[in-house]
């Protein structure tokens, strides 16, 4: 069971280029989240989907796009990198049942330059 | 403003004492409630989850915590400490996904 995959799983960017974060979820679950996890800020929500079709914004939005592709994936897009994106990035999913447990990926590692 | 407060940042205890890491929450009606922990390099792991009934939750790895509403808390607990326990341990509210700033803990032997 490969649950919550994210790729990739290191990056490297110079200050102002772009790139995109996958996630896809094979747990056929409605909700998709993206965090960011920062020393000493615990997990910080960007965005999330409630369901395909829709996104929502989280805490700390700015600098960042989101698409649900489908209901399986969701993506995480840098449109202008800047050094203060330099983070650890987690996808996560859930099924809004009443458990409202989030599966987790391993998490992406980004360092902008 | 809605919040999840872990006072401790960083915990070290002795293998085989008993641990209470703390979690205070401020919320208008009473939250959905989770501990999950974070191994070195991985992605998060639930321990376990209050929704209601029981106030003393018991989770994975034995580990429990306990809602405590007049206090707006939900303090994790274990018994005896394994170095394996060694990890992040963050908690967080069901209602908005939201998580505490984390507690790091470190076991000595």
């Known amino acids: 069971n490969a649950g919550v995959t994210q790729t990739p799983k290191f990056q490297v960017l110079k200050t102002g280029q772009s790139m995109t974060l996958q996630c896809a979820q094979d747990m056929n679950h409605n909700s998709m989240y993206w965090y960011r996890q920062d020393p000493g800020m615990g997990l910080r929500l960007i965005y999330y989907?409630?369901?395909?079709?829709?996104?929502d914004k989280g805490e700390v939005p700015n600098g960042y796009n989101v698409s649900r592709l489908n209901k399986r994936e969701f993506s995480l897009r840098l449109e202008s990198a800047a050094p203060s994106q330099t983070s650890v990035y987690f996808c996560?999913?859930?099924?809004?049942?009443?458990?409202?447990?989030?599966?987790f990926g391993e998490g992406s590692r980004l360092t902008v330059l | 403003a809605q919040s999840v407060t872990q006072p401790d940042i960083h915990i070290t205890v002795s293998e085989g004492a008993s641990l209470e890491l703390r979690c205070n929450y401020s919320?208008?009606?009473?939250?959905?409630l989770f501990w999950y922990v974070q191994s070195p390099g991985q992605g998060l792991q639930l321990l376990l989850k209050?929704?209601?009934?029981?106030?003393l939750v018991q989770g994975i790895k034995g580990f429990e915590a306990e809602f405590k509403r007049s206090q707006s808390s939900f303090n994790l607990r274990k018994p005896s400490v394994h170095w394996s326990d060694a990890a992040e341990y963050f908690c967080?509210?069901?209602?908005?996904?939201?998580f505490g700033a984390g507690t790091r803990l470190t076991v000595k032997p």
């Open positions: 919320y208008g009606a009473t939250p959905y």
């Open positions: 989907s409630a369901s395909e079709g829709t996104t």
């Open positions: 967080a509210v069901y209602n908005d996904m939201r």
């Open positions: 209050y929704f209601s009934g029981d106030t």
């Open positions: 996560a999913s859930r099924d809004r049942g009443v458990t409202g447990e989030l599966f």
